[in-house]
């Protein structure tokens, strides 16, 4: 995966852990330049997927916030802070 492929995906995350009551639309979820990305990535299918169980399943949400919440900053090797 190369850094634009991540940096796209780190758009699309980062939008899905924004904390929204389910169930919604992916269209009040995601701006359309993000949509759009969704849909020109190769991972598409399983993008669209987890959009569709974020936007479904109450559980989902609930599942990403978690891990967002329990996301560390890199070693300070690193040089940088988490970037979510």
Known sequence: MNAKSIS????VLAALCVSFA???????????E??????ASPCSASLTYLI??????P???KALDAVLK?????????GMTNPW
């Open 8 to 11: 796209g995906l780190a758009v």
């Open 59 to 61: 559980a989902v949400p």
């Open 52 to 57: 569709s169980q974020y936007t479904t399943n």
């Open 34 to 39: 993000t949509i759009q990305r969704v849909a």
């Open 22 to 32: 389910p169930p919604i639309r992916a269209q009040s979820v995601l701006d359309a």
């Open 70 to 78: 329990g996301l560390k900053d890199p070693p300070a090797g690193y």
